[in-house]
């Protein structure tokens, strides 16, 4: 009997991507026993704590350290992870696979939609990049650091005006109904990453990449690589305000990227296609482009301080 474990976070968001990403696997590969594992991940386990600081204890990220070790120390075969979580360079001895073909890239605006909210409207988010981009568009409104899965922050619209949260998340969890407005990707890029799954497996584990080939999508894959590389490029991470999208069309890549002042003041951002073969590429282009526009000055201001 072949049997793969499978691993991921405890949400029931994690859960629901596992579900996905294995129901054609089970159907093409009816002998094999694929188990599910859980892995609490240090910003699981500390809801309170800045996100930056959660993901420094965590050697980068707060959401993906302790899923990297279990699959390094052979306790599960394989991670199914939110892209958007992870950090941009493999730990050594991972390697991620092609990504499946990702959900709705864009941010939702639960509660209200963004002109109908008053001024010094209370909007809840804890990334950086959600509350400079809503500040940049909307100085007057107060953002509210929250924290927590999906329906604990949907429940803080009790006392808050507003929250945020990724659409291919709401989605997956069948909660759609309550978006009260899709951001537009033009003004809102979203992280690199964002909508689409890592799916991370050990770098000489043949089995599992005999089992899992097929699974991702090209044209996902090429984006997702084109934004992830900027983002390298830029040495950003969770703590930094940085939005990028890629899009496909006609055989043509095009890259998307922003960066914004945490207090939303200043914007920069840059826009230049490629070939899809050469992601990494363009995304390190757009970075340059960018860097030639002082955006490191914008991201040093949002680092951590050493």
């Known amino acids: 009997m072949i049997e793969l474990v499978v691993g991921s976070r405890a949400s029931q968001l994690a859960r629901a991507q596992v579900k996905e990403f294995l129901a054609p696997l089970r159907e093409r590969h009816p002998d094999v026993v ?61 390697v991620l696979l092609p990504s499946p073909a990702r959900a709705d890239v864009r941010d939702a605006l639960c509660g209200a939609p963004l002109a109908a909210l008053p001024t010094g409207a209370r909007v809840g988010t804890s990334a950086a990049r959600r509350i400079a981009q809503l500040l940049h568009v909307r100085p007057d409104l107060v953002p509210q650091r929250i924290r927590g899965n999906v329906p604990t922050r949907l429940g803080r ?85 940085v939005g990028a999208y890629a899009t496909t069309a006609d055989g043509i890549l095009t890259l998307h990227g922003q960066v914004t002042s945490v207090d939303g003041t200043r914007q920069i951002e840059a826009t230049l296609s490629g070939n899809p073969a050469e992601p990494e590429k363009l995304g390190a282009a757009v970075a340059g482009a960018l860097l030639d526009q002082d955006a490191e000055l914008l991201l040093a201001a949002a680092r951590p301080s050493p």
Do not use: N, W, Y
């Open 34 to 94: 694929f188990r599910h594992r859980v892995v609490l991940e240090d910003g699981d386990l500390d809801r309170t704590s800045p996100l930056r600081e959660v993901s420094e204890r965590g050697g980068g990220s707060a959401f993906a350290g302790r899923q990297a070790a279990a699959l390094l120390d052979g306790e599960v075969d394989v991670v199914v992870h939110s892209l958007k979580d992870l950090p941009t360079a493999d730990p050594d001895g991972l």
């Open 157 to 241: 619209l009790r006392t808050l005006d507003a929250v945020v949260l990724a659409s291919a998340g709401l989605h997956r969890l069948g909660r759609a109904g309550e978006i009260a407005e899709l951001l537009p990707v033009a003004q809102f890029p979203p992280s690199p990453g964002q909508g689409a799954l890592g799916i991370q497996i050990r770098a000489d584990d043949r089995k599992a990449r005999e089992l899992l080939a097929g699974t991702g999508d090209p044209i996902t894959d090429a984006e997702v690589r084109a934004e992830r590389a900027m983002l390298a490029e830029l040495h950003g991470g969770c703590s930094v305000p």
